[in-house]
């Protein structure tokens, strides 16, 4: 139903309004214990430094739980400056379905994160058509989160839906409690990893043709963009992909 409608950026303006009023496909999003500790462990990591990576997890009724959130890649492969950074395409299509197969559920991509400089709370232009891609190839839209340390963490949640087009302000929830109710968190035991042997196995040869879980891909080039010329206090974007992402049920 949602295929046939386009979100892109236009041109020369401001491409997305924002909106304090949660979106009703996304109320509210969850980050398990796990997940809100690889994201400000990797941004103490870098200091002040851009970082990022992908939420990966499930979608029940209007919340999006973010079950695990991955660094950007390895360093070398990943830029990292105070107001712009790019993720490692193929770090991250590999980690999803190592992290994947742990969970009782697969787990889908629901977005990205993405460390901010000062306290600039909203999206870049390059951040504008990165929520744009992971909008489209996500389905319903996509989570983006944005951390500032101003001067101890902060995290500002947006969902940027694809029915209306806004930035959707979404109050965010930290702690594995905030699971009870559902089995996001569970995970596999041998005996199920060896009922899924087939799974796993084809998930790899998918891995090695390019392909990742269920003939979904991730790929496509980070998008670059220059920090030189930034104002202070500004920045650049993030880039960490162009593809398709599967889609979470929403
Ligand atoms: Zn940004």
């Not at 699971?179 to 196995?201: E, I, M, S, V, Y």
Request: contains cysteine; glycine residues 10%; charged residues 25%.
């Amino acid at each position: 139903m949602m295929k046939n409608i386009q979100v892109r950026p236009r041109k020369g303006r401001r491409p997305f309004s924002y909106t304090d009023k949660p979106s009703p496909r996304c109320r509210r999003v969850v980050l398990s214990d796990r997940a809100y500790l690889s994201v400000l462990a990797e941004v103490l990591s870098w200091g002040s430094q851009e970082t990022g990576g992908i939420l990966f997890g499930q979608v029940r009724r209007g919340t999006w739980y973010v079950v695990e959130a991955s660094d950007p890649g390895y360093p070398g492969k990943t830029v990292h400056t105070p107001c712009y950074h790019e993720m490692d395409p193929e770090y991250y299509n590999h980690l999803y379905p190592v992290l994947s197969r742990l969970y009782r559920h697969d787990l889908f991509v629901l977005g990205f994160w993405h460390r901010h400089p000062g306290s600039l709370d909203k999206f870049s232009g390059v951040d504008d058509r990165s929520n744009a891609v992971f909008a489209r190839d996500i389905g319903p839209g996509c989570v983006s989160i944005l951390v500032n340390m101003d001067p101890t963490e902060r995290l500002t949640c947006y969902f940027l839906d694809r029915q209306d087009g806004l930035y959707h302000k979404t109050p965010v929830e930290i702690g594995d409690s905030a699971f009870a109710g559902t089995t996001f968190l569970a995970l596999n035991t041998p005996a199920d990893l060896h009922r899924k042997q087939p799974q796993l196995q084809q998930e790899l040869r998918q891995f090695n043709r390019g392909e990742i879980k269920n003939g979904q891909v991730f790929a496509g080039s980070p998008v670059a963009a220059p920090c030189a010329g930034e104002r202070d206090g500004q920045d650049g974007g993030a880039a960490p992909l162009a593809g398709k992402a599967v889609a979470p049920r929403a």
